[in-house]
């Protein structure tokens, strides 16, 4: 079966410091990986993928994620952190049999100015 | 990116009447769209495929019965909480993307925040 972990419950960075979250996956076949984020009492919204190609994706807002197949690992990264970045943020897989999108746990950024 | 229109966005109820919830793809067919719950600072919890034309899929544990899912056209999908009570209330989130089937991204509504009292 097709999942995702995203080992923190919660990531603290610095205003202009560099912010990791982590994302591994586990799949049959080639994953195609995704990262949303949400804000208080909204939807999600996409923010990158992966799916084939260059295993750096970029995406909104200045965020990008380094897909890597040796460890699994499909983590959001952004050079320089803004206060706005605060949410919650979650690494998905798609189950290639359903087309349904499977979700992490979710890992809450807060950034301090 | 396409737009997911979800309707209400928050709604009060009494304990025992239904409620229904809007989903519309605006700028894109979809056959396909997604139903999901989420309580507090928890993720998301998949509840059923919503299927056009056909009946809906629901995950395990989840009761078609309660749930009701309709998918009357390629644009809109309804979900009906029916009989509801405390423990249904919930934040309900659809979704739906126009190129779902070769890998594209889903698009989330903003959510339907239930509240039954």
Known sequence: ???????????????????????????????????????????????????????????????????????????LKKPSALVSDSALYFCAVRDHNTDKLIFGTGTRLQVFP | GAVVSQHPSWVICKSGT????????LDFQATTMFWYRQFPKQSLMLMATSNEGSKATYEQGVEKDKFLINHASLTLSTLTVTSAHPEDSSFYICSAGPRIHRGGELFFGEGSRLTVL
Not at chain 1, 47 to 71: C, R
């Open chain 1, 1 to 75: 079966a097709q999942s995702v972990a995203q080992p923190e419950d919660q990531v603290n960075v610095a205003e202009g410091n560099p912010l990791t979250v982590k994302c591994t996956y586990s799949v049959s076949g080639n994953p195609y990986l995704f990262w949303y984020v949400q804000y208080p009492n909204r939807g999600l919204q996409f923010l990158l993928k992966y799916i084939t190609g260059d295993n750096l994706v970029k995406g909104s807002y200045g965020f990008e994620a380094e897909f890597n197949k040796s460890q699994t690992s499909f983590h």
């Open chain 2, 18 to 25: 239904s409620v229904k919830i809007e989903c519309r793809s």
